[in-house]
């Protein structure tokens, strides 16, 4: 069964990066078909698809964060990461990361989430 | 973006109530919508995903129909477990992939 698990620190100063890696078992993410990607939720919102990674390292980003936002992969370590850059309180939110299936792009599983708070 | 709207935003319902919440897109997406229900404090699960396909094991009583603009999501039987926030979401061509509002379902 695959599972994946956010980790990184619950607060966030204001400018600061954001800096977040998802640890995946149960499964490879060498292996093709799937995408791994990061979604946000703030608080009562909606969700809001941030981006994903490729097993090769190709990248798709929201236009809306691509310009602070970069994704990276690990496949030695099975952990693919998110750093977001010059962060604001907007950024507030509960950071998940998923696996998207190629062709189809449906999320899942999904990880718990992580509360990701900005504040000084 | 493709803007996705859910209606209604909330649902009263009882248990063995059929409950349908409908999504619709601000242009045709074809078939690539998929459907995820969350709970309170967790992550969303994905119930349905290209309109119309039932994600492994999920109950039978969820059903998804609908391409182009309008979609929905049909409970047959609403069952205690069943109360949450339903989510609709396109991935039609490029990203980034738009979720709806969100309908929260209550007893």
């Known amino acids: 069964q695959v599972q994946l698990q956010e980790s990184g620190p619950g607060l966030v100063k204001p400018s600061q990066t954001l800096s977040l890696t998802c640890t995946v078992s149960?499964?490879?993410?060498?292996?093709?078909?799937?995408?791994w990607t990061w979604i946000r939720q703030p608080a009562g919102k909606a969700p809001e698809w941030i981006g994903r990674?490729?097993?090769?390292?190709?990248?798709d980003y929201n236009p809306s964060l691509k310009s602070r936002l970069t994704l990276s992969i690990d496949t030695s370590k099975n952990q693919f990461s998110l750093n977001l850059r010059s962060v604001t309180a907007a950024d507030t939110a509960v950071y998940y990361c998923?696996?998207?299936?190629?062709?189809?792009?449906?999320?899942?599983?999904w990880g718990q989430g992580t509360l990701v708070t900005v504040s000084s | 973006d493709i803007q996705m709207t859910q209606s209604p935003s909330s649902l009263s319902a009882s248990v063995g109530d059929r409950v349908t919440i409908t999504c619709r897109a601000s242009?045709?997406?074809?078939?690539?919508l998929n459907w995820y229900q969350q709970k309170p404090g967790k992550a969303p699960k994905l119930l349905i995903y290209a309109a119309t396909n039932l994600h492994a094991g999920v109950s039978s009583g969820f059903s998804g129909s609908g391409s182009g603009t309008d979609f929905t999501l049909t409970i047959s039987s609403l069952q205690p477990e069943d109360f949450a926030t339903y989510y609709c979401q396109q991935t039609y061509s490029s990203t980034p992939y738009t979720f709806g509002q969100g309908t929260r379902l209550d007893i």
């Open positions: 998923a696996r998207e299936r190629n062709a189809l792009w449906w999320l899942d599983p």
């Open positions: 242009q045709s997406i074809s078939t690539y």
């Open positions: 149960g499964a490879s993410i060498s292996r093709g078909s799937y995408y």
């Open positions: 990674i490729y097993n090769n390292g190709n990248t």
